[in-house]
């Protein structure tokens, strides 16, 4: 029988179910039943300052998996790691192809090499290898169901498919495209964390903001609405504009920042003016950002 008075003093002192648990020899999930049924509640997460927010993504830059930075900053601000995973996640910094630290790395081989030993490679083929013969057929196989206009890959229906699986997922953000000559990342603009695609839309920002506490403008908002057109199936079916303006008269006006105008860019521009011709869209180009630089140089503290 656990001492409900020890957990809840410990839980007070902590501040973590998971550390409690780990001081007592006991899981967090059973001080956490033992918490609610007394009364305490364990839900609410640890807050995060700018400062801390600002540290983590620094930290996560420059950190290999498995290097114990990670461990540091749980400790030194006193969080869960869970919890700081968590609050990476949902900042976008967390990258499955991040590199692993030696230690990780051996650590993950030695974890495999147990597994095949137990239990077999998993696909079945250590030390196997296709004959000459195989890999021909596989070859004529593959080009045979490429070239052919009546396979599924070449159907108007996977076509489609296709299509719609990658406009929406470029329209809700899964996939975030960037620019080569753009400094894209997580920057803090006036205490959020948002991610910009180059160093001109955070500036940009940063110039909207001054607009709001000159009262020049009400609000604004960061890729906040999706235009679809409606009878296009392929290629370019959608525009997301860079920021959503709302003007002092309540009028929304739309901004896209553009240093460099390819063709697809262009083309999303054109179909905007044919299936939205009642929005209005101002493209702020090299000429018109660097006279805002210029004229706000020293006033505004653009990154």
């Known amino acids: 029988m656990e001492n409900v008075e020890k957990i809840i003093e410990l839980y007070k ?4 179910i998971w550390k409690v648990g780990e001081k007592l020899g006991i899981s967090g999930q059973k001080v956490n039943y033992i918490l609610n049924n007394n009364g305490i509640d364990t839900s609410k ?3 995060f300052t700018e400062l801390q927010i600002k540290e983590l ?3 996560y830059k420059k950190m290999e ?3 114990g930075t990670l461990e540091s900053y749980c ?3 006193n969080k869960s790691k ?3 995973c968590r609050k990476a996640k949902r900042l976008g910094l967390t990258n499955e192809s991040r590199k692993h630290c030696k230690d990780s790395k051996k650590n993950m081989s030695n974890k495999m090499k147990c597994i095949i030993l137990n239990n077999g490679h998993p696909k079945g083929m250590l030390g196997k290898k296709h004959t000459i013969e195989n890999k021909i057929k596989f070859s004529k196989q593959f080009s045979e169901m490429w070239k052919n206009p009546k396979s599924k890959v070449n159907s108007e229906e996977h076509k489609q498919l296709l299509s719609d699986r990658f406009s929406y997922m470029q329209t809700t953000g899964k996939i975030k495209g960037g620019y080569s000559r753009g400094k894209q990342g997580w920057y803090l603009i006036n205490g959020k964390e948002i991610y910009f695609r180059s160093l001109w839309e955070a500036n940009y920002a940063l110039y909207l903001d001054f607009l709001i506490k000159n009262n020049m403008i009400k609000s604004w908002s960061f890729e906040k609405k999706v235009f679809w057109f409606e009878k296009i199936k392929r290629g370019v079916r959608s525009y997301k504009p860079d920021f ?3 003007e002092n008269n309540g009028e929304v006006v739309y901004h896209e920042v553009k240093g460099y105008m390819d ?3 262009k083309t999303k521009i054109n179909r905007m003016r044919i299936y939205h011709p009642n929005v209005k869209l101002i493209i702020i180009d090299k000429p018109i950002y660097n006279n805002i630089l210029s004229k706000l140089k020293g006033i505004v503290n653009f990154i």
């Open 13 to 16: 002192e902590l501040k973590s």
């Open 45 to 47: 997460k640890p807050e």
């Open 57 to 59: 993504i620094e930290i």
């Open 65 to 67: 998996v498995g290097d």
């Open 75 to 77: 400790n030194k601000h």
């Open 82 to 84: 869970p919890n700081v």
């Open 244 to 246: 959503e303006v709302i």
């Open 263 to 265: 063709s697809k860019s």
